[in-house]
């Protein structure tokens, strides 16, 4: 006899398993199918942000930030070290203990919350009597499920070179950045994103020569734009990154003792690098290939992504998109908000009154790169708000006059606060400096409630803190902040 599910969730990663979760508390038989393998061949749920991303990305970053603090920072503490050596194999072990303990503890939620796993590729296959059929193929064993409602969620995939093929032993994606079990002595980078920013930070501060080639005119354009030239410049002076820009990949030719990138540079130059291991960072793409069957007509833009409306309903009836494989930013928060999002909009309409308010807001999203220092902003940057011809006023303050940086040795980078200049209301606000990924929830909360910057001002923050920085910062919107 066919199983059959009020919902089926199809990918495990945040979007998925979460809106799993979410739809299971909400008291729908839930099933959630996910075909992820680790490296040993055992099905692994959490998707990459868990198994080959998010969490064990930091972990390495936070390795390799303490060797670094150890090498060049104990010494002002008065802390004196002799014949200080990093074992990437422990660093590596201690990332993968992680990694496993977030994955087993999926498979715990799920258990305690009642959710089905399956483990195999799920396919949809056609719609009878307003059931959905799904096929769950596990490599020859095919099983065929039905559910009511489908939740896609199936993430994304690292883009490719068209020229270069990743094997993860010299050309590297994210999981090979993330598994290399020694320190390479010459590594390239195509591509100064997240990704490319924190793998290449992790293993500089490790002793790698570094360099960082991207196609993009300036760096990190996505951010604002004095926040990008702030960590360009420390990236490159204290970090010791090589980064250029507006830079055109000609070829790669793996050779036998190096990897050669000819290339053109940003005035066309012609450029020749010479590394050990290349880690290939150029964006990721919608996981939607063999999704559905062609006869069932789920629209799929020209990007790959999955066609959504702002309840992130797909073309097809009762099928919803969530995550990397729909509009917006390709965030792990995003993704969970979604499937949280979509599981009580599922459960409101079957009692019979679809909540409307279930849904995210795209334009209040946070966004974190966890490079040293960390990079942090939610809202609108200053050039958007100059292009839309929105008038502000802008408000910043530096870590360097903040009292609990200059205590912990972390005084490069400052807060920016942009705000409406008739209403007050905030706008944007951008972070560089430290734990500033900890710092911008404060700020999403102040936009998601309409706050102006005179209620961050008027708000009081504890000191010596860090957080002291974004209240000056809303105080020099209006001229009249206190310690500078």
Not at 99 to 119: D, E, P
Not at 200 to 227: C, K, Y
Not at 277 to 302: Q, S
Not at 397 to 423: C, Q, W
């Amino acid at each position: 006899m066919t199983k059959s599910f009020d919902v089926a969730v199809i990918g495990a990663g945040p979007g998925g398993y979460v809106a799993a979760i979410r739809c299971a508390q909400l008291g729908l038989n839930t099933v959630c199918i996910d075909e992820w393998k680790n490296e040993q061949g055992v099905a692994s749920l959490g998707g990459t942000c868990l198994n080959v991303g998010c969490i064990p990305s930091k972990a390495l970053l936070e390795s390799s930030e303490n060797y670094a603090r150890a090498a060049h920072k104990f010494i002002d503490h008065g802390i004196h070290l002799e014949g200080l050596s990093m074992d990437v194999s422990v660093m590596i072990a201690r990332k993968n203990k992680i990694v496993k303990a977030f994955t087993g503890g999926i498979a715990m939620l799920f258990k305690k919350n009642k959710v089905t796993s399956l483990h195999g590729r799920g396919t949809l296959l056609k719609q009878e009597n307003g059931l959905w059929k799904i096929q769950v193929k596990n490599n020859s064993e095919v099983e065929e499920i039905q559910a009511e409602y489908i939740i896609i969620a199936t993430g994304s995939t690292p883009r490719q070179l068209p020229f270069i093929e990743v094997d993860n032993h010299r050309i590297l994606d994210n999981s090979g950045a993330l598994a290399l079990t020694e320190v390479p002595k010459r590594l390239g980078v195509i591509g100064a994103g997240v990704i490319g920013l924190e793998m290449g930070s992790v293993w500089r501060r490790l002793g790698s020569e570094v360099t960082v080639l991207e196609a993009q005119p300036n760096f990190l354009m996505a951010a604002d734009e004095h926040i990008a030239k702030e960590a360009q410049k420390i990236f490159t002076r204290e970090l010791g990154l090589i980064i250029q820009t507006g830079v055109k990949i000609k070829s790669i030719q793996v050779e036998e003792q190096q990897i050669v990138v000819d290339y053109a540079d940003a005035k066309a130059d012609p450029q020749k690098l010479e590394v050990d291991k290349l880690i290939v960072a150029i964006g990721r793409v919608p996981n939607t290939v063999g999704l559905a069957t062609d006869e069932i007509g789920l629209k799929i833009n020209e990007r790959g992504y999955i066609e959504v409306d702002e309840h992130c309903c797909t073309s097809l009836s009762k099928v919803y998109a969530v995550g990397d494989v729909v509009r917006g930013p390709m965030l792990a928060h995003k993704a969970s908000e979604e499937g949280v999002a979509v599981a009580e909009m599922i459960a409101s309409t079957k009692q019979g009154h679809a909540n409307e308010s279930a849904k995210v807001n795209l334009d209040i999203i946070p966004w974190v790169i966890y490079t040293s220092p960390e990079i942090a902003w939610v809202g609108k940057t200053e050039q958007e708000l100059k292009s839309a011809g929105i008038a502000y006023r802008a408000g910043q303050f530096p870590f360097m006059a903040n009292g609990r940086a200059r205590a912990l040795g972390e005084t490069s980078g400052f807060v920016k606060v942009l705000a409406d200049a008739d209403t007050d209301r905030i706008l944007g606000i951008h972070m560089i400096g430290p734990y500033v990924s900890e710092m911008i929830a404060e700020a999403v909360v102040a936009m998601e409630f309409a706050a102006s910057s005179e209620d961050i001002a008027r708000i009081i923050h504890a000191h010596p803190s860090l957080s002291e920085v974004l209240h000056e910062a809303a105080l020099a919107v209006d001229k009249r902040a206190l310690h500078i």
